[in-house]
């Protein structure tokens, strides 16, 4: 369309330019004569080869019409078909030699610009310029355009297609991860595609995460479901046989079977001991089930050093026979909280306690090195075999099935925890067992 404007325009300036100048020159039908009879001599010399021949149509045609829009001849010669078809075809030539600029015509089923000036006679001269030429080439232009346009555009569809379909193709494998993902396989995770984009790399790499969020809940879960349940059913089986040892004792008292006295006393002192231990194994499960809570504990400014001292003391007042080395001279101040640990040292000595004949040694050690405190409770013992002290912090193990509740080092285990520590056994069958406790030594001072 800019084509076309711009070759109009050039043709119309031509046609201005040469009706501005006739326009300037007042001249009369009468001089422009020669005008007229050049442009006859034209057309016939352009139809000499005979009626059966197609004349084309001229490329410029002048007439000279009357103020009533009929051509006019000239010297007894009558205006060619030419003249008189464009004579025609303007209605009103006074208008067009007032307007501003050219018009569109047809002569002869052929296009024309046309432009018009008065004569200072009254009468007007047409001017017209062929522009069929221009047309046919915008037509053609315009069926190239439209060719290779249409070309273009199936080239770019299936170039979309293809650019769509290729990255479409890290969208299906997180359809397919996410598919075998509800079918039960936490482990798999969309891959890395040859030619990824940014935001799609990014939407992977968080999914991705995601999923692995997803997959460690979901084991944590399943994890946390078993101990649960098997913690059950371990406090199910450890209170079961107290409670049936009370039950039973209690039916043959009902039942009067107990007719003498000594055995009244014994049957009554099982139930007190069944009892007690009850109780015990109650307030050892509810101190576990508070450490899971993870309680506030009271932290405070505490003496290592005294509460070790005191294990062992306590230790020597319960078993006089057994030979109790300590190691904690001085004092180690360290906030912590003081019950706790001292139920740890309880657990530690009491598992030694239960665990080992009354004359094993025991060495109860602490010392302070890289921001650390280490208290180590070491005994002389038969030691355990490399399966059971994997699982001696589990709750309700004993090993070998010897006696105590099973849950002394895993109250010791969950106090630590709680301060930020950890505890590690060092053991084997035959060489004694040795727990060691690390505390972290927040405002420790040594003196």
């Known amino acids: 369309m800019g084509m076309r404007y711009y070759l109009l325009g050039q043709v119309d300036t031509e046609l201005v330019k ?28 352009a139809s000499d080869g005979g009626p059966t021949r ?19 001849g000239l010297f007894g010669v009558r205006p060619t078909e030419a003249q008189t078809a464009l004579a025609h075809a303007v209605p009103d030539s006074g208008a067009l030699a007032r307007a501003a600029d050219p018009g569109d015509v ?18 007007y001269v047409l001017m017209a310029t062929s522009t069929e030429a221009l047309h046919a080439g915008m037509a053609k232009a315009l069926k190239l355009d439209l060719a290779v346009g249409t070309l273009l555009l199936a080239v770019l569809a299936c170039l979309t297609l293809f650019s769509v379909r290729l990255r479409m193709v890290p969208l299906e494998a997180m359809v397919e991860t996410s598919s075998a993902i509800a079918e039960g396989d936490l482990t798999r995770r969309v891959p890395s595609s040859h030619h990824p984009t940014r935001e799609v790399e990014q939407l992977r790499l968080s999914l991705n995460a995601m999923l692995h969020q997803v997959e460690s809940a979901y084991r944590t879960r399943e994890r946390s479901a078993a101990q649960l349940r098997r913690f059950v059913a371990d406090a199910s089986h450890e209170l079961r046989t107290p409670l049936s040892a009370i039950r039973g004792y209690l039916q043959l008292y009902e039942r009067g079977m107990l007719t003498d006295p000594a055995q009244r006393e014994r049957a009554w002192g099982r139930v007190l001991a069944e009892t007690d231990r009850m109780g015990h194994l109650v ?44 190691g904690a001279d001085g004092s180690l101040l360290v906030r912590a909280d003081e019950s706790g640990l001292r139920k740890v040292l309880g657990n530690l000595t009491g598992n030694v306690r239960t665990h ?34 994997a699982r001696v912090f589990d709750r309700f193990f004993r090993a070998g099935g010897g006696a105590g ?37 927040q405002a420790a001072a040594r003196s």
Not at 64 to 69: I, K, N, S, Y
Not at 415 to 432: D, K, L
């Open 283 to 326: 307030d050892e499960l509810l101190t576990l089930a508070r450490l899971d809570q993870q309680p506030e504990l009271r932290f405070r400014t505490v003496d290592l050093s005294r509460l070790v001292r005191d294990a062992a003391e306590d230790l020597r007042v319960q078993q006089p026979g057994r030979p109790v080395t300590v």
């Open 54 to 72: 197609e004349r084309p149509a001229p490329d410029s045609i002048f007439a000279a019409v009357d103020d009533e829009g009929r051509a006019i």
């Open 18 to 45: 040469l009706r501005d100048s006739l326009a300037g020159s007042r001249l009369t039908v009468r001089q422009i004569d020669s005008l007229s009879a050049l442009g006859f001599i034209r057309d016939r010399i």
């Open 106 to 123: 047809r002569v002869e089923d052929a296009a024309y610009r046309v432009t018009a000036v008065a004569l200072a006679d009254g009468s």
């Open 356 to 389: 080992t004949a009354a004359d094993v040694p025991v060495r109860l050690g602490l010392d302070r090195a890289d921001g650390l405190v280490h208290i180590r409770v070491e005994d002389d013992g038969p030691g355990l075999a490399e399966e059971d002290a």
């Open 405 to 441: 509740s099973g849950l002394g080092l895993a109250i010791v285990q969950g106090v630590v925890h709680a301060h930020g520590g950890e505890v590690t056994v060092r053991t084997a069958p035959g060489e004694g067992l040795a727990v060691t406790v690390t505390l972290p030594a």
